[in-house]
């Protein structure tokens, strides 16, 4: 293999499947690259309900543990020994999942730039899209960008 075709499986091995979501629950887009296991491959409209659900109770819980002082956005990353997942919930209520490789460091300032350089240029604010907030985004440069961007993180290339 090329040397193109040895860092495209890097990469693959590093970052897993994202999603987009809105205050709803709804998923929005979901991307995957690498999946060694998946347990819910006959029903993926329940793994996607199943991650919203796990995300809403673990900020709940968050937010009542926390401090009454600190910031509603607490939840960045949850890391096990297989993956991490990296969260980013815009003022919007949009809400960004990462799952990555467990040696990958916190990515959810890099979701914070995904959400307000990339989907506000290329969904929201693109006059040759329709954006409409409960439905699934269809916008093939947006998923060019945003995969451009997540596979060019120093990051990823690194490992």
């Known amino acids: ?3 193109r075709q040895l860092s495209n499986k890097v990469l693959d ?6 999603y987009i979501y809105n205050r709803k629950g709804k998923c929005l887009l979901y991307r995957e ?8 491959s006959d029903d993926p ?8 659900g796990m995300l809403f109770s673990l900020k709940d819980l968050a937010s009542k543990l926390s401090p009454p002082s600190q910031s509603k956005e607490n939840l960045h990353t949850i890391k096990t020994n ?13 809400v960004f999942v990462l799952n990555t490789d467990p040696d990958i460091p916190n990515l959810n300032q890099n979701l914070q730039h995904v959400y307000s350089n990339i989907f506000v240029d290329y969904i929201a ?11 699934p985004l269809k916008c093939p440069i947006f998923i060019a960008r945003l995969e451009e961007y997540l596979f060019n993180l120093p990051s990823i290339k690194k490992h």
């Open 1 to 3: 293999p090329n040397q």
């Open 13 to 18: 091995r590093m970052l897993f499947n994202f």
């Open 33 to 40: 690259w690498n999946r060694p296991l998946n347990t819910l």
């Open 45 to 52: 409209e329940e793994e996607r309900k199943l991650v919203f």
């Open 82 to 94: 297989t993956f991490t997942l990296h969260h980013f919930e815009s003022i919007s209520g949009l």
């Open 125 to 135: 604010r693109n006059p040759y899209y329709q954006y409409k907030i409960d439905e």
